[in-house]
């Protein structure tokens, strides 16, 4: 057993190395052999067998997920970070007898927040909090996940957008982006409806945005029909929409009031 502990740990090293170079291609690669691998350790979850070398065959396969999950934001592969965190969440939760705690895991734990909040994932993000022990609300990368739902709730965008210059680690950049993405279509789309259009130097105001530039290339990946002209971001209004139908009102207040009436009797 030493012997493929020793194997699995001169491969890890490898693919450190490849990270170091960005060589994600490389750690692809050698993250496959080393999941492999890890299928020959008795120690690990399920099973959780006492080995000699059980410990360090936990911290070892621990850390090897926990690298994987940086590699899946590297490479912006959500699915795989779903996949990574779901096999590294035991190493959180049922070895804590076992093995030292990770420095990593408030950081992950605080990432994978972030990324149930991107998906809109509201239910599971609460579910999680609550599994946490107290003390881990009490960490940056976990309250920062916290006060980002909160703003999110409350329509409070400006917060949302501003959180982006504040991450509590640079993995929380990738998410934060896709939030943010996701914050300035909502007011994109709110400022549609609400004007025919605005001043270029308000809109950057709302969107948040720096330069004319950046205002200019989001109207265009995102906003075809914006016309940008004239110091002013016009908006272009559905037209021919369906007519409302009036609402029947007198009629369902007297079926309702006859149905008050009617209950009255049986009572």
């Given at each position: 057993?030493?012997?493929?502990?020793?194997?699995?740990?001169?491969?890890?090293?490898?693919?450190?190395?490849?990270?170091?170079?960005?060589?994600?291609?490389?750690?692809s690669?050698?993250?496959?052999?080393l999941?492999?691998?890890?299928?020959?350790?008795?120690?690990?979850p399920?099973?959780?067998?006492?080995?000699?070398?059980?410990?360090?065959?936990?911290?070892?396969?621990?850390?090897?997920?926990?690298?994987a999950i940086?590699?899946?934001?590297?490479?912006?592969?959500?699915?795989?970070?779903e996949?990574h965190?779901?096999?590294?969440?035991?190493?959180?939760?049922d070895?804590?007898?076992?093995?030292?705690r990770?420095r990593?895991?408030?950081?992950?734990?605080?990432?994978?927040?972030?990324?149930?909040?991107?998906?809109?994932?509201?239910?599971?993000?609460?579910?999680?909090?609550?599994?946490?022990?107290?003390?881990?609300?009490?960490?940056p990368c976990?309250?920062?996940a916290?006060?980002?739902e909160?703003?999110?709730?409350?329509?409070?965008?400006?917060r949302?957008l501003?959180?982006?210059?504040?991450?509590?680690?640079?993995?929380y950049?990738?998410?934060?982006?896709?939030?943010?993405k996701?914050?300035?279509?909502?007011?994109?789309?709110?400022?549609?409806?609400?004007?025919?259009?605005?001043t270029?130097?308000?809109?950057?105001?709302?969107?948040?945005?720096?330069?004319?530039?950046e205002?200019?290339?989001?109207?265009?990946?995102?906003?075809?029909?914006?016309d940008i002209?004239?110091g002013?971001?016009y908006?272009?209004?559905?037209?021919?929409?369906a007519?409302?139908k009036?609402?029947?009102?007198?009629?369902?207040?007297?079926?309702?009031?006859?149905?008050a009436?009617?209950?009255?009797?049986?009572?």
């Amino acid at each position: 057993m030493e012997a493929k502990l020793a194997e699995c740990t001169r491969i890890f090293q490898k693919f450190k190395a490849a990270y170091q170079q960005n060589d994600y291609d490389t750690c692809s690669n050698l993250l496959s052999q080393l999941k492999v691998k890890l299928t020959e350790f008795p120690a690990l979850p399920p099973a959780y067998k006492q080995t000699s070398t059980a410990v360090q065959e936990l911290i070892l396969a621990r850390e090897i997920f926990e690298h994987a999950i940086v590699l899946s934001v590297k490479t912006e592969d959500q699915d795989a970070f779903e996949r990574h965190f779901l096999q590294l969440k035991p190493y959180y939760t049922d070895t804590r007898d076992l093995i030292p705690r990770s420095r990593e895991e408030y950081p992950i734990l605080g990432l994978n927040l972030l990324r149930l909040l991107v998906q809109n994932r509201i239910a599971e993000f609460h579910t999680e909090l609550e599994l946490l022990p107290p003390e881990a609300h009490e960490n940056p990368c976990i309250k920062h996940a916290v006060e980002l739902e909160q703003s999110f709730m409350e329509g409070a965008y400006n917060r949302v957008l501003s959180a982006r210059q504040a991450v509590p680690h640079e993995t929380y950049v990738y998410f934060m982006d896709l939030l943010a993405k996701t914050v300035r279509d909502e007011i994109a789309g709110c400022s549609e409806k609400a004007y025919d259009f605005l001043t270029v130097a308000d809109a950057k105001k709302i969107l948040m945005f720096s330069t004319d530039r950046e205002l200019q290339e989001y109207a265009a990946e995102d906003h075809n029909d914006w016309d940008i002209r004239n110091g002013c971001v016009y908006f272009q209004k559905v037209k021919d929409l369906a007519p409302c139908k009036e609402i029947p009102s007198l009629q369902l207040i007297n079926q309702t009031l006859g149905y008050a009436r009617e209950l009255e009797r049986i009572v």
